[in-house]
């Protein structure tokens, strides 16, 4: 899975995830507003555009992002929302 990063990552963190058939360019208007006072994640799904693997399901996109969190910010994010 690919992440794509916006602003500081001093800043609360915020998890952003698109829906089926789109990718993180769905969120171009709410990094502009948002960037300077959080830093983004948006995980490019499994199987989207973007992405650099194939989709087998929505657990393992979950565990993976899971994991994600868990490894680079303690297991700890301000919010996360689609």
Same mark, same amino acid.
């Given at each position: 899975? *690919?992440? /794509?990063?916006?602003? $500081?990552?001093?800043? +609360? &963190? &915020? #998890?952003?995830?698109?829906?089926?058939?789109?990718?993180?360019?769905?969120? %171009? +208007?709410?990094? $502009?507003?948002? *960037?300077?006072?959080?830093? #983004?994640? %948006?995980?490019?799904? +499994?199987?989207?555009?973007? $992405? +650099?693997?194939? @989709?087998? $399901? &929505? *657990?393992?996109?979950?565990?993976?992002?899971?994991? @994600? %969190?868990? /490894?680079?910010?303690?297991?700890?994010? /301000?919010?996360?929302?689609?």
């Amino acid at each position: 899975m *690919e992440y /794509k990063e916006y602003g $500081s990552k001093n800043n +609360d &963190i &915020i #998890i952003l995830l698109h829906g089926g058939g789109l990718s993180w360019w769905n969120y %171009i +208007d709410e990094i $502009s507003l948002l *960037e300077n006072e959080f830093h #983004i994640v %948006i995980p490019i799904l +499994d199987g989207h555009s973007g $992405s +650099d693997t194939n @989709f087998t $399901s &929505i *657990e393992s996109n979950a565990l993976e992002i899971i994991n @994600f %969190i868990n /490894k680079n910010y303690n297991g700890k994010v /301000k919010l996360i929302g689609d």
